[in-house]
């Protein structure tokens, strides 16, 4: 049986330099509210830059959605008590 062509749309984008999946735009789109929203606080609370909470938001919106800015916060929280913020 022949398998059908996946569109181009439909095919993952990867970032050349790292190698790695691109997230769709919504999936950006919704990190960088995520991040926007809970930054202020976050770098309060924890040794985070601004990078540092985009690239978590990042992480955390492609794992499990952009559903809820107090679950953020709470994986953020779990992430910086293992060892601090997102390797380079």
């Known amino acids: 049986m022949e398998k059908t062509p ?3 749309e439909k ?3 990867f970032d ?5 999946i691109e997230p769709p735009p ?3 789109e919704g990190a ?4 926007n929203e809970t930054r202020e606080e976050l770098e309060d609370e924890a040794p985070l830059d ?3 909470v985009r690239q978590l938001a990042e992480e955390y919106v492609t794992r499990r959605g ?6 953020f916060k709470d994986y953020v ?11 380079e």
Do not use: C, I
């Open 26 to 28: 919504s999936e950006v």
């Open 11 to 13: 095919k993952p984008k």
């Open 66 to 71: 952009a559903d809820d800015a107090e679950d």
């Open 50 to 52: 601004d990078r540092d």
């Open 32 to 35: 960088r509210l995520m991040a």
């Open 16 to 20: 050349p330099q790292s190698g790695k």
């Open 77 to 87: 929280e779990d992430r910086a008590g293992r060892g601090g913020p997102p390797p």
């Open 6 to 8: 996946v569109p181009d």
